[in-house]
């Protein structure tokens, strides 16, 4: 299979058949130099598209009514001619020729409504993966693999989502298995259960008749879910579109729990200023710039998504844009390729312990938020990962424990490691008690006040008035065991606002000490009374970073990277082995809602003198600005690097370099 391409693009092609010339404009050579010229190394065309719409010779009869050429084998030829990879994209989920051709094969909610767009609305209907519909999906591919032969360089499956259905199909097979369909838990249980035989069917079948072609099932989003199925994809492709409704957490986030799991991983985001098939939208190049650095600095390639003009036509307006941000990429790829993070912190992800509606909990983005403001290193992990990696490890608010995962946490304690935890982190799965034993407290229950206040004790209070601090959402009264320190106390306000009482605008001023801890230690571990990370998330008060940041110099008073950089500043630390170097990226781009619904990137503004220093375990040969190669003095003492970078406009690289080992 090989490595994969740093420069990609996926070019959707999502055509309606009221279109009635498609492709007449196509001209191969100009496709292929165009996008030579770019930089670009792989691209990603269609097979079949959303619309259900065929783009090559095809004996099915969802061949584009509008196409009069056989597209896709003209887009492998020409790019196979200068040596661009081309794997091909089949839709799944959505398919809007074959939804109007069998209603039957749609999803049903249990009301029997189909999910996705009604009947007087613009969008796309859910097919349903457990009806025949995907026996046309299996012959589908089957036919691609045939036709094009060892030209198919991989295939990308699209919309793998299954929804809890209730289509007289999954009524059966829920029967059958000995769920009941009444049960919402059962649904969501059958539905994973054939999303999972889906994604093994396919791949079995694509290796029947290629063994070597990559393959990837897209469903938006990686996280703990895609653990049980992992051995039927090839790589990991990271859809994140920061202005397409995934944000600029999303990637981020995800790609510190994917680069865990083992397999070679890319990060997508578009071209686009909005989200896919914004025609004549054109994101900002300091974005662009962004988004693909922040791939290169977590281990990722980059994945830039554009759609193609219904006539075949290549706009190359897109592709000066993707060229300008592609050329950099080309230049920085010698220090980002086989690289490995280097951390300190693991925060477990709520997804691994609950099936939540959306793609990031709060308390997740809040520590995200927390730790990356402070140049922390850090990874997201779930249940199977190795905990003895981490010097600290995080559970944010919510992260309630069964026996194994008790039983792992404590283990990790045991041998060295220290623990941070807030709220209901550190409770049996009932949330009635913790269980988690060293946590130094015993549960009394929810606060009887909300919103409270705290007052941080002299080992927490650094960058802190001595003054009571308000926290916005209801905490938990604990009680501290013996031996457990109080770090920071809950303050009540003199009663709770309602209609009965209230004082002035907003919540009740605090009137005393409850008695009740807010942050409390025992040994390595510190717990937080309230959910201090989603707090963060949702109200952004400095003070809960503060507190955190506070509580986490007490865990780990060495931390990796130590840095006079803003808070804006976003510092990554790899380490490549083939070179024996380790890699400080820095990045400075600043997302701003200067709109209703997106963050713009719009200008870079430059950091000067930015103080590092890395804590590396000897002193390098020579530290080296990349990929210019400037040299930077540095002092090794006490086991960090301490170097000053002069300049840095937007993303720069600062190389340790080790020796021959």
């Known amino acids: 299979m090989g490595k994969l391409r740093f420069r990609q693009v996926h070019l959707d092609f999502h055509t309606s058949e009221k279109i009635v010339e498609v492709g007449n404009a196509f001209d191969p050579q100009e496709f292929a130099h165009t996008l030579k010229e770019a930089g670009v190394d792989s691209i990603t065309c269609f097979a079949r598209c959303h619309h259900g719409m065929i783009y090559y010779d095809t004996k099915f009869p969802a061949r584009h009514p509008g196409l009069k050429r056989d597209l896709l084998r003209e887009q492998i030829e020409a790019c196979h001619a200068v040596g661009i990879r081309v794997p091909i994209y089949i839709t799944v ?8 051709q069998h209603p039957e094969w749609l999803e049903r909610m249990p009301d029997g409504r189909p999910y996705g767009a009604g009947p007087l609305e613009a969008g796309w209907k859910h097919l349903c993966f457990n009806t025949p519909y995907i026996d046309y999906v299996e012959e589908q591919t089957i036919e691609v693999l045939e036709k094009f032969g060892d030209e198919v360089d991989g295939l990308f499956f699209d919309i793998i989502i299954q929804h809890p259905c209730c289509c007289s199909y999954c009524m059966e097979g829920m029967e059958r298995a000995g769920l009941n369909p009444e049960d919402p838990e059962d649904r969501k249980k059958f539905a994973k259960q054939v999303l999972d035989a889906f994604k093994r069917r396919m791949t079995a079948t694509v290796r029947r008749y290629n063994k070597d072609c990559t393959i990837f099932y897209n469903a938006g989003h990686i996280g703990p879910s895609i653990r049980d199925t992992l051995d039927t994809y090839t790589h990991l492709e990271l859809e994140s579109l920061p202005s397409g409704g995934w944000g600029y957490e999303h990637f981020p986030i995800t790609v510190r729990y994917a680069r865990n799991l083992g397999y070679e991983y890319l990060g997508m985001t578009g071209r686009f200023h909005k989200s896919w098939a914004d025609f004549g939208g054109f994101k900002n190049q300091a974005a ?59 925060v477990f992800t709520p997804e691994a312990i609950e099936d939540t509606a959306v793609r990031l909990h709060p308390s997740l983005r809040g520590a995200y938020r927390m730790l990356e403001e402070s140049h922390y290193q850090f990874d997201v992990i779930d249940e199977q990962m190795d905990f003895s990696r981490y010097r600290v490890i995080i559970l944010p608010d919510v992260i309630t424990l069964d026996e194994a995962l008790k039983d792992k946490l404590e283990s990790y304690v045991a041998n060295g490691g220290k623990l941070l935890l807030s709220y209901k982190s550190g409770m049996a799965r009932g949330q009635q008690q913790f269980v988690l034993s060293g946590m130094g407290v015993e549960l009394v229950g929810d606060a009887e006040y909300s919103p409270d206040y705290v007052v941080a004790g002299e080992a927490i209070n650094q960058g802190l008035f001595d003054t009571e601090y308000v926290m916005y959402d209801r905490g938990l009264w604990v009680k501290p065991q013996e031996g457990t320190r109080v770090l920071a106390s809950i303050w009540n306000p003199y009663f709770n606002r309602s209609y009965k009482h209230f004082c002035s605008h907003r919540q009740t001023p605090p009137e005393k000490e409850s008695g009740y801890p807010a942050v409390t230690q025992k040994g390595s571990v510190i717990y937080f009374a309230h959910p201090v990370f989603s707090m963060y998330h949702k109200h952004g008060a400095r003070v809960y970073k503060q507190l955190v940041v506070n509580a986490l110099r007490l865990l780990l ?40 619904e997106i963050d713009i990137i719009e200008d870079v503004i430059p950091l000067y003198n930015v103080e590092v220093k890395v804590k590396l375990s000897s002193k390098p040969e020579r530290v080296y600005c990349a990929p210019k190669g400037t040299q930077l003095d540095f002092e090794y003492t006490d086991g960090y690097v301490k170097v000053v970078v002069p300049r840095v406009e937007g993303h720069e690289m600062v190389v340790f370099e080790q020796g021959v080992k």
């Not at 989920?93 to 109007?100: L, N, S």
């Not at 791939?295 to 994945?303: E, F, I, T, V, Y």
């Not at 380490?575 to 600043?590: D, E």
């Open 93 to 100: 989920g959505w398919d809007e020729y074959m939804a109007k």
């Open 288 to 346: 662009l710039e962004y988004e693909c650095f922040t791939a290169l600095a977590h281990g990722a390639k980059c994945s830039i998504g554009d759609q193609l003009h219904p006539s075949g036509a290549i706009n190359k307006a897109t592709y000066k844009l993707i060229g300008s941000v592609y050329s950099q990429v080309k230049e920085k790829e010698p220090w980002c390729d086989d690289v490995t993070a280097v951390t300190e912190i693991g």
């Open 557 to 596: 008073p060495d931390k990796l990277v130590e840095t006079n950089a803003p808070t804006t500043a976003h510092m990554l630390l790899n380490y490549q082995k083939p070179h024996n170097r380790y890699v400080l990226h820095i990045l400075h781009y600043i997302p701003q809602r200067r709109c209703e």
